[in-house]
């Protein structure tokens, strides 16, 4: 509203929109986002020998991380051999009473049987291969264990399974651990969280989906972002 010169009386003129953003200086913090941070456990329990990562230390997937060695790996790793070995004799033989079944040389209970025997071998074959997947071999270690000698089938490295900044290690050469054992956490860095600490008289100021710019003021670098959840 407005005075009006000649009558003294209050009228109303239109009111215009604001044009320039509201400024409130806010203090924050940044937080990593949780659903994105890559936790590195072992899954079977073992030795630590050596770890290649520290915390602050950046890394690419593919990278070493610890260096395990584990009497449970090697059991697998030989239980992978044995299925694999009995798998591919049964796998023979069954090609060989194949083509022997249609000379009728052998039976069909005989054939059917062999035929059985190479199906539940494979499957137990199947099994022990994927359980080493699941260990966090590689396809091509899986390949490589034949070639493996003595203590070599108990190593193990546990590599990073994506990029990203060391920011938490639990672990220390000499200890054992298992898959319960959270022994490395890393954290990408290509979004992180930023936490704006607002005074109770500000709240009607902030809103969702808000754009505001954020200040780091010690590495003199600004970014733009909104405002996408308000505690209460």
Known sequence: RSSSSLTGLPATVEAK????????????TTDYVSDTLTKVRPMFKGRVDQVHATVGQSVKKGDPLIDLFSTELAEAKST??????????????????????????VSQQLYDETK?????????????????????LTPQEVEDVE?????????????????GLVITRDVA?????D???TLLVIAPLDRLWVWGNV???????????QDWEIQFPFLNYKVRGKVEYISN
């Open 116 to 136: 059985n025997n190479e199906m539940k071998n494979r499957r137990e074959y199947e099994v022990s291969r994927d359980k080493l997947f699941v260990y966090g």
């Open 199 to 209: 005074f109770e008289s500000d709240l009607d100021l902030v809103k969702l989906g």
């Open 173 to 177: 050469v000499g200890n054992l651990y």
């Open 80 to 105: 992978y051999e044995i299925e694999r070995i009995q798998w591919l004799y049964d796998k023979k033989l069954l090609e060989i009473r194949e083509s022997l079944l249609k000379t009728k040389t």
């Open 179 to 181: 898959e319960n054992d």
């Open 17 to 28: 929109p604001q044009t320039r953003p509201i400024r409130l200086e806010l203090l924050g």
């Open 147 to 163: 070639k493996e000698s003595g203590s070599q089938k108990a190593r193990l490295t546990l590599r990073s399974t994506a990029d």
